[in-house]
């Protein structure tokens, strides 16, 4: 059988007191250098890996902050979880992340783990629309923070972008660049993002003096490659094709770009795509993507630092409050004026066999 390694054992071989041991784990500046040297270095020899359950215990306070991301598979929320998680490293504490996969269900099972570990706090971009995983685990008196999701300052702190700003950029770019004939793909509109970047959209439009009738919308059931392959297959059999398109994110524009290349339609010469995100394969696509950025990593650091505001030792002074980044827009070769389309007063002249 494997013998657990304890506090005590270390001690005893350190020639120290338990509270040296603890105070070298936990309060290192506590402890003059000699000492710490020779119990890190017992702590070595035996392999002693604390409990956190029982430092919890004693304590009260979890070095844990949970992660709760919309989508694993969206390398936006990677980057956010990078950001996340570098900030809670650099603070000493752990991290703990999980992905909802957009299920309502599968994100109340996660906030229902969180409080049975009772983590420090969570970071969370929830699945549910009408709040109502978010209003229950409120109840259960663990600090959180909305991310990639604006909520009042009375809700509880969050960091978010300004996606109306962003769908505005979007299709400003596109109207500066001569085209008429936009097409707005998102995923559900039950996600408030995607009913902000639509928003901005057609405040490009108004602000060009065009009617909001210009921009035709394709809702997908998903904010992925798979949704974007789809929605594009349905511009291709549309009588009257859009010169250009504008996607509520990323992979969405990849997959749209991706039906477009298989049906030999020339992006930018034929159809112009921006996509949203700017995630890193944004930029390394066959046709170099232009998208709204979002600062990702910023975003993650801020929430988390923002969670271990409320958490730390001066949480009695912290006020909850909601930030809002910027977006920017980064063009690439997806984009230009469009081509000029025939008219049935300038066909071509026919050939002439005599010539």
Same mark, same amino acid.
């Given at each position: 059988?494997?013998?657990?390694?304890?506090?005590?054992?270390?001690?005893?071989?350190?020639?120290?007191?338990?509270?040296?041991?603890?105070?070298?784990?936990?309060?290192?500046?506590?402890?003059?250098?000699?000492?710490?040297?020779?119990?890190?270095?017992?702590?070595?020899?035996?392999?002693?890996?604390?409990?956190?359950?029982?430092?919890?215990?004693?304590?009260?306070?979890?070095?844990?902050?949970?992660?709760?991301? %919309?989508?694993?598979?969206?390398?936006?929320?990677?980057? @956010? #979880?990078? $950001?996340?998680?570098?900030? +809670? =490293?650099?603070? !000493? *504490?752990?991290?703990?992340?999980?992905?909802?996969?957009?299920?309502?269900?599968?994100?109340?099972?996660?906030?229902?783990?969180?409080?049975?570990?009772?983590?420090?706090?969570?970071?969370?971009?929830?699945?549910?629309?009408?709040?109502?995983?978010?209003?229950?685990?409120?109840?259960?008196?663990?600090?959180?923070?909305?991310?990639?999701?604006?909520?009042?300052?009375?809700?509880?702190?969050?960091?978010?972008?300004?996606?109306?700003?962003?769908?505005?950029?979007?299709?400003?770019?596109?109207?500066?660049?001569?085209?008429?004939?936009?097409?707005?793909?998102?995923?559900?509109?039950?996600?408030?993002?995607?009913?902000?970047?639509?928003?901005?959209?057609?405040?490009?439009?108004?602000?060009?003096?065009?009617?909001?009738?210009? %921009?035709?919308?394709?809702?997908?059931?998903?904010?992925? @490659? #798979?949704? $974007?392959?789809?929605?594009? +297959? =349905?511009?291709? !059999? *549309?009588?009257?094709?859009?010169?250009?398109?504008?996607?509520?994110?990323?992979?969405?524009?990849?997959?749209?770009?991706?039906?477009?290349?298989?049906?030999?339609?020339?992006?930018?010469?034929?159809?112009?795509?921006?996509?949203?995100?700017?995630?890193?394969?944004?930029?390394?696509?066959?046709?170099?993507?232009?998208?709204?950025?979002?600062?990702?990593?910023?975003?993650?650091?801020?929430?988390?630092?923002?969670?271990?505001?409320?958490?730390?030792?001066?949480?009695?002074?912290?006020?909850?409050?909601?930030?809002?980044?910027?977006?920017?827009?980064?063009?690439?070769?997806?984009?230009?004026?469009?081509?000029?389309?025939?008219?049935?007063?300038?066909?071509?002249?026919?050939?002439?066999?005599?010539?």
């Amino acid at each position: 059988m494997t013998q657990t390694v304890g506090i005590k054992d270390v001690a005893r071989l350190a020639g120290v007191s338990v509270g040296t041991v603890s105070n070298v784990l936990n309060r290192p500046e506590k402890v003059s250098e000699h000492t710490r040297v020779r119990v890190r270095a017992v702590i070595d020899q035996l392999g002693f890996v604390r409990s956190e359950t029982a430092r919890q215990l004693r304590v009260g306070t979890s070095r844990i902050l949970a992660i709760l991301v %919309l989508d694993m598979g969206n390398p936006f929320f990677v980057a @956010v #979880a990078k $950001g996340a998680e570098r900030a +809670a =490293r650099e603070a !000493g *504490l752990g991290v703990m992340l999980c992905n909802s996969a957009g299920s309502t269900a599968e994100e109340a099972e996660y906030l229902s783990l969180f409080t049975e570990q009772r983590v420090r706090g969570v970071l969370l971009t929830p699945a549910d629309a009408t709040g109502g995983n978010v209003r229950t685990f409120a109840r259960r008196g663990i600090p959180y923070v909305h991310v990639d999701r604006a909520v009042p300052a009375d809700e509880g702190c969050s960091v978010s972008v300004d996606d109306v700003a962003g769908g505005t950029l979007a299709v400003r770019h596109l109207l500066a660049a001569g085209h008429r004939s936009v097409t707005y793909i998102s995923g559900p509109m039950s996600l408030p993002q995607c009913r902000d970047r639509h928003t901005g959209a057609l405040a490009a439009l108004r602000e060009a003096g065009l009617p909001e009738t210009a %921009l035709r919308h394709v809702e997908s059931a998903r904010l992925d @490659v #798979a949704s $974007g392959i789809d929605a594009g +297959a =349905r511009l291709l !059999g *549309l009588a009257d094709r859009p010169t250009a398109v504008f996607c509520a994110n990323d992979l969405l524009a990849l997959g749209v770009l991706q039906a477009m290349y298989g049906a030999g339609v020339d992006v930018p010469g034929d159809m112009s795509i921006v996509g949203y995100d700017d995630i890193e394969f944004a930029a390394a696509a066959v046709v170099p993507l232009t998208s709204v950025r979002q600062p990702a990593d910023a975003m993650g650091r801020t929430a988390a630092r923002m969670l271990m505001e409320e958490t730390g030792p001066d949480a009695e002074g912290h006020r909850h409050r909601s930030v809002v980044l910027q977006p920017e827009l980064v063009v690439r070769s997806s984009t230009h004026a469009p081509a000029p389309r025939p008219s049935a007063s300038r066909r071509p002249a026919p050939h002439d066999p005599a010539r």
